[in-house]
C-alpha cells in the first residue's frame, strides 16, 4: 500500500476507508472486510455515531491476531462541542473507550467551530460559542497535550483554511501533522496544497466521490456529479475501471491520502485498487482541468443568524 510519511517515519496509508453515514448495522461488516482484504487505514470520527460497533471488530480481529493493531492507521475526531481545553482530554477518551483502543494514530480537531458543551447539533444561534471565547489555539494545545500523553501519535486538523493554519502556527509554535479537507478533482485547492507542503502539513482529501450518499437536507439543488462527469468517465473507459476509481486515483496520483466511504464489498475492494492506477501527464493535466472550486459541502449548517460563524473557510 502507497503511504505518506510523517516526519517521525510513521505512515499515513494513502487510501483508507471513511465510515460517515455507515450504518450502525452495517459498519461492522464493512470495517471487518476492508481490514481483512488489505485496507491499513480506517477514518472515524465521534460523531458519526458508530465508533463503538467499529470498536467491536478492532477488538475481535487485533486480540485475535488475526489483524495487527501495529499496521493499522486509524483516525478518530474531536467533535464541536468540546472544544474547550478541559473537555479535550475526556473526548478522546471515551472515543478510545468505543473504539477499543489504546491509543489513536491521529486525532483531528473536526472543525474550526465550536459549540456549547452537550450541544451535538446547533438548532439556534446561542448554542455556538465564538472562536473569541474558545479560541482554536486554546483547542490545539489541548491536542499537543494528548499527544505528550501518548493518547494519539499525531495531531492534526480539520477543515482549516491557510489564514487558520497560519494561526495555529504563530500562536502555538506546533504545526498540524495532517489537515483533512473536502478535496476532489471539483475542489482541487493548489493554494492550500502548496502551502501544506511547504509546512510539511499531510493532506487527506475526503468526500472524493462526491458524497452522495448524504441527506438530501444538505445538498445543494442540481449539484454536479463527479461519478457522472464525461471526462471521468472517457479515463475509466480508457483504464477499463470505474469512474470512481479515477477519482480516487487521482488523489494517489498527487501525494494526497483519501478516505471514500463505502459499505458495500465490491466498492470497498474496488476503492483500494485505484492506489495501483497510474496516470501519465496527459491524464494528470486532463484531470487538472475539471476543477471549478465546487464544494458539496459547504458547511453552511454552521452558520446562522445571530450566531459568530459567517465565513469559516475564509474564502470571502
Ligand atoms: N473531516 C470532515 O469534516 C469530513 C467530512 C466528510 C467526510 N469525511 C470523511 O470522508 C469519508 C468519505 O466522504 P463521504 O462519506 O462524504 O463520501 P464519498 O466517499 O465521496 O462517497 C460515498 C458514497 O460513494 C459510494 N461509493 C463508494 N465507493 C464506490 C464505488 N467504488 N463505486 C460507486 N459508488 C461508490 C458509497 O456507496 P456504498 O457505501 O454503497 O459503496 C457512498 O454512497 C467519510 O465517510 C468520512 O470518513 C470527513
Same mark, same amino acid.
Given at each position: 500500500?502507497?503511504?505518506?510519511?510523517?516526519?517521525?517515519?510513521?505512515?499515513?496509508?494513502?487510501?483508507?476507508?471513511?465510515?460517515?453515514?455507515?450504518?450502525?448495522?452495517?459498519?461492522?461488516?464493512?470495517?471487518?472486510?476492508?481490514?481483512?482484504?488489505?485496507?491499513?487505514?480506517?477514518?472515524?470520527?465521534?460523531?458519526?455515531?458508530?465508533?463503538?460497533?467499529?470498536?467491536?471488530?478492532?477488538?475481535?480481529?487485533?486480540?485475535?491476531?488475526?489483524?495487527?493493531?501495529?499496521?493499522?492507521?486509524?483516525?478518530?475526531?474531536?467533535?464541536?462541542?468540546?472544544?474547550?481545553?478541559?473537555?479535550?482530554?475526556?473526548?478522546?477518551?471515551?472515543?478510545?473507550?468505543?473504539?477499543?483502543?489504546?491509543?489513536?494514530?491521529?486525532? +483531528?480537531?473536526?472543525?474550526?467551530?465550536?459549540?456549547?458543551?452537550?450541544?451535538?447539533?446547533?438548532?439556534?444561534?446561542?448554542?455556538?460559542?465564538? !472562536?473569541?471565547?474558545?479560541?482554536?489555539?486554546?483547542?490545539?494545545?489541548?491536542?499537543?497535550?494528548?499527544?505528550?500523553?501518548? +493518547?494519539?501519535?499525531?495531531?492534526? @486538523?480539520?477543515?482549516?483554511?491557510?489564514?487558520? !493554519?497560519?494561526?495555529?502556527?504563530?500562536?502555538?509554535?506546533? @504545526?498540524?501533522?495532517?489537515?483533512?479537507?473536502?478535496?476532489?478533482?471539483? !475542489?482541487?485547492?493548489?493554494?492550500?496544497?502548496?502551502?501544506?507542503?511547504?509546512?510539511?502539513?499531510?493532506?487527506?482529501?475526503?468526500?472524493?466521490?462526491?458524497?452522495?450518499?448524504?441527506?438530501?437536507?444538505?445538498?445543494?439543488?442540481?449539484?454536479?456529479?463527479?461519478?457522472?462527469?464525461?471526462?471521468?468517465?472517457? +479515463?475509466?473507459?480508457?483504464?477499463?475501471?470505474?469512474?470512481?476509481?479515477?477519482?480516487?486515483?487521482?488523489?494517489?496520483?498527487?501525494?494526497?491520502?483519501?478516505?471514500?466511504?463505502?459499505?458495500?464489498?465490491?466498492?470497498?475492494?474496488?476503492?483500494?485498487?485505484?492506489?495501483?492506477?497510474?496516470?501519465?501527464?496527459?491524464?494528470?493535466?486532463?484531470?487538472?482541468? !475539471?476543477?471549478?472550486?465546487?464544494?458539496?459541502?459547504?458547511?453552511?449548517?454552521?452558520?446562522?443568524?445571530?450566531?459568530?460563524?459567517?465565513?469559516?473557510?475564509?474564502?470571502?
Amino acid at each position: 500500500m502507497k503511504y505518506l510519511e510523517y516526519s517521525n517515519g510513521d505512515k499515513l496509508p494513502l487510501i483508507g476507508l471513511g465510515t460517515w453515514k455507515s450504518k450502525q448495522d452495517e459498519v461492522s461488516k464493512a470495517i471487518s472486510y476492508a481490514l481483512l482484504n488489505g485496507y491499513k487505514h480506517i477514518d472515524c470520527a465521534a460523531i458519526y455515531e458508530n465508533e463503538s460497533e467499529i470498536g467491536a471488530v478492532f477488538k475481535d480481529l487485533f486480540s485475535s491476531g488475526k489483524i495487527n493493531r501495529e499496521d493499522i492507521h486509524i483516525t478518530s475526531k474531536l467533535w464541536n462541542s468540546n472544544h474547550q481545553f478541559a473537555d479535550v482530554e475526556p473526548a478522546i477518551v471515551k472515543t478510545l473507550n468505543d473504539l477499543k483502543l489504546d491509543y489513536l494514530d491521529l486525532y +483531528l480537531i473536526h472543525w474550526p467551530v465550536a459549540f456549547q458543551p452537550g450541544v451535538t447539533y446547533p438548532v439556534k444561534a446561542e448554542d455556538f460559542i465564538s !472562536l473569541e471565547d474558545v479560541p482554536l489555539v486554546d483547542t490545539w494545545k489541548a491536542m499537543i497535550e494528548l499527544k505528550k500523553k501518548g +493518547l494519539t501519535k499525531h495531531i492534526g @486538523v480539520s477543515n482549516f483554511s491557510i489564514k487558520k !493554519l497560519e494561526d495555529l502556527k504563530h500562536n502555538s509554535g506546533v @504545526v498540524p501533522e495532517v489537515n483533512q479537507v473536502e478535496m476532489h478533482v471539483y !475542489l482541487q485547492q493548489p493554494e492550500l496544497r502548496k502551502y501544506c507542503e511547504a509546512n510539511g502539513i499531510l493532506l487527506t482529501g475526503y468526500s472524493p466521490l462526491g458524497s452522495p450518499d448524504r441527506p438530501a437536507e444538505i445538498k445543494a439543488e442540481n449539484e454536479p456529479s463527479l461519478m457522472q462527469d464525461p471526462v471521468v468517465n472517457e +479515463l475509466a473507459m480508457k483504464y477499463n475501471v470505474h469512474a470512481a476509481n479515477i477519482l480516487t486515483a487521482w488523489h494517489v496520483n498527487n501525494n494526497i491520502a483519501t478516505i471514500p466511504k463505502s459499505t458495500n464489498e465490491k466498492n470497498i475492494q474496488s476503492n483500494l485498487n485505484s492506489a495501483n492506477l497510474n496516470f501519465d501527464k496527459e491524464d494528470l493535466r486532463t484531470l487538472e482541468k !475539471l476543477d471549478k472550486h465546487y464544494r458539496f459541502l459547504a458547511a453552511d449548517y454552521f452558520e446562522m443568524e445571530g450566531n459568530p460563524y459567517h465565513d469559516i473557510f475564509d474564502e470571502q
